[in-house]
């Protein structure tokens, strides 16, 4: 705190005697000791406040005074304590092994600070307007220095800092302020204040007597307080100097003798010595009861001083309690002046309101004459459709089935014509490639440098039918070689059939197999880091493969069985299509690999069960056709179960026994949600309602029902996955879930709804349309052909 050289007007500052204080230079404009009176006590009305040496510590014990005492001047008391240890180059000692020089001169530092902290106070109470002085003591323990204080000036009033729990336990604990309750004298009223807050007031005693000798001042002192008393007052005081007059005479004594001699011989003669004595013991009778009746008026005339005291501290506290009223009454009429120009603010905008509420009344009601107008018209036009609509459903219905036709022998002339071309001539190349096509050949030594010599540090696994996986680095990439086990007996002839079929077969979805070892019985393929499975069983990761990638990847895998299965001059199958043989590359595209042929496997031994449980991994038979597992034979449409549980398992993540099922039944209970897999994030409503439709399809136990993977399919999948990027036609549009229809159905009201949502909307108990809110002639639905193969052509042509 920046000390304050000038004075205020209004602050005085005195020391007691005992502390040789000496303000600093810059007090001499207003502070000088010698010509400022010590404090007055009896009849004082200043507040004495207790502080230490922190003046942060002060702050709330002056504005707590100033609130409570307002207009009062304060005293301020210090107790100046003189540190025991003197710090020496030898270090800290005890002041009488010191240097007198060296304590001399710290007992100087000391008071100087004493003085700046007193300067830091007295600045505190001038900016807050008060007038304050000083009174301060040197004493070793501060708590006796204050009762000395209190004793020496005759404190009534003592305002000091104390801790909450000092004066809850003053008898248990000997602390500072319990020791100033105990010791302090009963005429003097101390007031405990922490942090601003008031903690406890010890008030004075009612019955106790001050005697003039521990009051701080000489019977003059006393006088002069005392010129305000009544008439009877001034009588006893002056009783009071009678009696105090007369104490220094002893009855009996030598000098009142001669007195009383002198008086007698100045008298007649007449008076005797027994008259004398008579006079005499009568004189110090009256003495005594002039001397008790002076005492006595004395303490009444204390008492009465203390009671007049009292009374006026409590009348100024009544007054400022009744300041504090009069501010509090001020301030809630001007809350509630406030209050009521609020509440006409509010009223007037009520009323705004008010007539802006009446002009849309009116405007409502003129657009609800105009919608009954328009419901009269609708229906009449819904008279109008009744009598024709038994006809125009069967018009309807003949359309779409001639449309459903139309379409379908355009289809299929189209990709007879075209399509189907473009994938035989691409077959037919492969064809000739794999006839003028060599594969690159590599020895066993290539193999064994490769991998260290089939390093079991290089094997990355083993896969079905006896065969062992490595990695190796040839021509300057990654590889993954395939080794088959020699003492297998059909190692040659599948080494031969898988040569010749998966060399010519050059497709960006199917894992490319860039050479042979004819010595080993190896393939080398190229390397890819991950597969699906593993993708999505590590849980870190699986959260990155969204909705949106793995419908991509169902996409892919469907273009690579369009290619197994369009594939000429013979068809091609994969024959083990699960999600360990489809492989992710860097960028999470897919791959197939690990064909099984059906010649390669006769039907006696694929039905052995032992050759079941060593070829197939674990989980596995959950994606294989359940015709394959009983009869052994491989088909175009066992490929399409297994797309159809992939399908399942992307969109759900479960590896259930009976998964089919239970998508079925969620898809059949309008609940697909609580079966979708939620880490791959917030699925869209028509793209997981086609996967799982898709899916329930290709899994259907009679091998005639499931779909053949086509290209309208493959395209239709390919367009699922960046479906949110592309502008929907409204007309596409189902009104209730504001999604692309999968199932439109035509409602009585001649809107087209999603039938799921149509049929969930009115098995509610609803009989209204969802979009005009009136009833619905009829409940019956009628499928939307015309809109279904318009949403499958715009998915089918981006």
Known sequence: MKLLRQSHPSVTMTTGGCTGFSPPAGFQDGFHRNSLPAPEIVGDDRVYVAVGKSVEKAVSLFHWTFRRFRDREVCILHVHQPSPLIPTLLGKLPATQANPDVVCAYRREERDK????????????????????????????????????????GVQKLVMGAAPENWMKVKKKSSKSSYIAK??????????????QLLYTREPAEDYN???????????????QSVRYSDTERELQQIYRRSSSCTSFVPG???????????????????????????????????????????????????????????????LEANNKVKAYEEAHAQEVESRKLAEDKLNA????????????????????????????????????????????????????????LKIEKLTVQRQRFEATNWLDKWKVRGQTGVETCKTLRLTEFSLVDLETATCGFSESFRIGCESYGCSLYKGEMLSRTVMIKKLHRNNLQAQREFQEEAQTIGRLQHKHILSLIGVCHEAHAFVYEYTPT???????NKPNSNSMSWKTRTRIISEIANALLFLHT????????????????????????????????????????????????????????????DVLQTGDLTAKSDV???????????????????ANEVRKAVTGSNLASVLDASAGEWSGFVARRLADLGLRCCESNSADRPVVSLTMVKELEQLSVLEDRLVPSSFLCPILKEIMHDPQLAADGFTYEGEALRGWLNNGREASPMTNLKLDHLSLTPNHSIRLAIQDWLCNP
């Not at 001050?210 to 002069?224: E, F, K, M, N």
């Not at 597969?531 to 069983?537: C, D, I, K, V, W």
């Not at 179960?641 to 998964?659: E, H, N, V």
């Open 641 to 659: 179960y297994s797309f159809g549980m992939i399908i399942l398992w992307l969109i759900t993540g479960s590896r259930s026994a009976g998964l």
């Open 114 to 153: 004493m003085q700046n902290l007193l300067l830091d106070y007295i600045s505190l109470c001038s900016r807050s307007k008060v007038k304050a002085s000083v009174a301060t003591i040197e004493n070793d323990q501060v708590r006796k220095g204050i009762v000395d204080l209190v004793n020496e000036y």
């Open 183 to 196: 010791n302090a004298p009963q005429f003097c009223q101390i007031w405990y204040v922490n942090k601003g």
């Open 346 to 401: 509010a009223r007037l905008e009520h009323e705004k309101l008010m007539e802006q509420k009446d002009l849309a009344s009116k405007e409502l009601n003129k657009v609800m004459r105009n919608i009954a107008i328009l419901e009269n018209q609708l229906q009449e036009a819904n008279r109008k459709r009744e009598d024709s609509s038994e006809e125009l459903k069967l018009i309807q219905a003949s359309i779409a089935t």
């Open 531 to 537: 597969n699906l499975e593993t993708h999505l069983s």
């Open 210 to 224: 001050l005697p003039p000798s521990s009051i701080h001042q000489d019977s003059s002192a006393l006088r002069l």
């Open 567 to 626: 594939s000429r001059p013979e068809k091609l199958l994969h024959g083990n299509l699960n999600p360990e043989n489809i492989v992710l590359d860097s960028e999470l595209c897919c791959k197939l690999c690990n064909f099984r042929f059906s010649k390669l496997v006769n039907e006696e031994t694929f039905r052995c069960r032992s050759f079941r449980q060593y070829s197939e991994p674990n989980g596995a038979f959950l994606f294989t056709d359940p």
């Open 253 to 315: 004594s030598t000098s009142m003798t001669r007195s009383l001699q002198s008086n007698t011989s100045s008298e007649s003669g007449y008076s005797s010595e027994h008259d004398m004595r008579v006079e005499e013991e009568s004189l110090c009778k009256q003495l005594e009861e002039v001397n008790l009746e002076a005492e006595t008026s004395r303490n009444e005339a204390f008492q009465e001083l203390l009671k007049r005291k009292r009374l006026e501290a409590q009348a």
